[in-house]
């Protein structure tokens, strides 16, 4: 055998690209594995957001008529389809990095496994919330074209309102996931769903922003399903403009946040 | 590194969970191929050892050198190399028996095609063919932790390193578990094990340290740990009497005494020659039973406590 040095590096561990740049996919692959035991939950998380969407748009859409938008008039289904879109990769994101994510840290002790072999407290965050991403994107895939075959979709960029669907899971799931890492017991999980409420009713997803006086309006504008929302409905009703790009650097800063966040938590609670 | 050059190097090693100390300072060296144990009772600090080696947990103090390496540098280089057992079962319960194995050796970045082989020939090993397709919640304690020790295997690692490895196990899925360490070992694999069951330390260990209270108290082989701090054989005597320390006088002089709550222990060469003293002094034990020194006596001797309360 050749005579590696035993002298201390200074630099943090390193493993060769293609293993490094691979680590996190085995986390993904693992939870794809198990999600085989399970797919009957999987598959009815596509169901939620569709029959919102038809309870909404078409019952209640039917009362409302129109909606007035930034000086356009849109009915009141396409209106209210990207805010579904929008919120359901929001849920989907939160549930497998809250819920699953306290199981697996706290109770199964997955990741005590996992941090005894060459993956890294990085590679357990970015591993669990690409498999969220993944799980969002097959479902936002779903919803956006029951929505196009129902006629709630008026611009062909609304394709890609599935890769913002994904921007908005990435900001949903490394922030929840960083969160979890602090929580002790499952009544904390409620807490999870109590700040979601609020956000899911007033984030200009069943009225625009117009509604709220002023002052609130900067309140709704704080919060992140707000970028999200507003992000998706512009694409969906083809209504670009620069203020999506405002969007788009608040969702990816969050889940940069969340990320080195998590990994850190991670680190100090199973690394000590 | 050479071959033949220490595996696991610590000096003055040291852990402290805020202001408690649950080890103080270990010296330790493990050469490959050796089977090295660590034994003592409950909250020794035998964990806090294989954490620290397991690069799972720093070290507060001293140096540690793995596979010549530092694990505060180079934690996932070393990880690599490495086995782990764990006390606490941790199988993927969501998963069947076979995948616990590939997805394991996918956290290594090994790839797809060499771990299906590797999980083949270790669930031979492991017993568990026909088990390969249940989940792993349906299996039984002896069969959970020979899959631990598998999972432990599927990188090929040069030290494995068993925490506990047989407690909580009925005495026949011990001696399959004994039978398959032993054959590693055979194979040349590098084991550290943890233990506070003397007879599995006796079977297993080619060398083994004893600890208590986060020190090491002695160092040595089982057969030269016995010779140097017990005797040949023990006489245990039992009276009956609410306290035994009461005839501990009168069985002075013949050996070594020690008082147990429920019985005397008597160190000497010949167990039966003492026994016939005890009786020409005109004492009459309730019972009596003359057996070989253990590192149990070991332990008694150096802490003045049991293994196992
Ligand atoms: N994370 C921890 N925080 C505080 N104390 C700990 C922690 N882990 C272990 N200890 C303490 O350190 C001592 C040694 O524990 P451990 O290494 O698990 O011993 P053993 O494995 O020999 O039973 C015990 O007193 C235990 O309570
Ligand atoms: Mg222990």
Known sequence: ?272 | MNDDAPLIQAVGRRKTYGAFTAVDGIDVEVAPGESFGFLGPNGAGKTSTMRIIACTSPATGGTVRVLGMDPATDASRIKAQLGVVPQEDTLDNDLTVTENLLVYGRYFGLPRATVRERAAELLEFAQLVDKRDELVENLSGGMKRRLTIARGLINTPRILLLDEPTTGLDPQARHILWDRLFRLKREGVTLVLTTHYMDEAEQLCDRLVVMDSGRIVAEGSPRALIREHASREVLELRFDVADHAERADDVAGIGRVEVLADRLLLYVEDGDAALEQVTARGVHPMSSLVRRASLEDVFLRLTGRSLIE
Request: net charge positive.
């Open chain 1, 1 to 272: 055998m050749s005579a590696p040095t035993v002298t201390a590096r200074r630099s943090r561990p390193r493993l060769p690209f293609p293993i490094a740049f691979a680590m996190p996919l085995a986390l993904v692959e693992r939870n794809a594995r198990a999600g085989k035991h399970y797919w009957l939950t999987i598959v009815s998380g596509f169901f939620e957001p569709v029959f919102y969407l038809f309870a909404m748009g078409v019952g209640i859409g039917a009362l409302v008529g129109t909606v007035e938008v930034d000086g356009r008039a849109l009915p009141y289904a396409v209106f209210v389809a990207p805010a579904l879109m929008a919120t359901s990769a929001m849920n989907g994101a939160v549930y497998d990095s809250t819920q699953n994510v306290f199981w697996k840290l706290r109770f199964a002790k997955l990741y005590d496994t996992v941090l005894s072999t060459p993956m890294r407290p990085v590679d357990v965050a970015v591993g669990e919330i690409s498999w969220a991403l993944l799980r969002g994107l097959l479902y936002s895939t779903a919803f956006l074209a029951v929505a196009w075959a129902a006629g709630f979709v008026t611009s062909p960029w609304a394709l890609l309102a599935i890769p913002a669907c994904t921007l908005i899971g990435l900001a949903f799931a490394s922030v929840g996931m960083a969160v979890t890492t602090w929580m002790t017991s499952w009544t904390h999980l409620e807490y999870v769903q109590l700040a979601l409420l609020p956000m899911f009713l007033f984030s200009a997803t069943f009225f625009p922003l117009s509604t709220y006086p002023e002052g609130l309006q900067w309140v709704v504008r704080a919060t992140p399903l707000y970028h999200g929302v507003d992000l998706v409905r512009g694409l969906m009703t083809g209504d670009l403009h620069a203020g999506l790009l405002v969007h788009v650097a608040y969702l990816l800063v969050l889940g940069a946040v969340g990320v080195a966040v998590t990994a850190r938590r991670i680190e100090r609670l199973l690394l000590s």
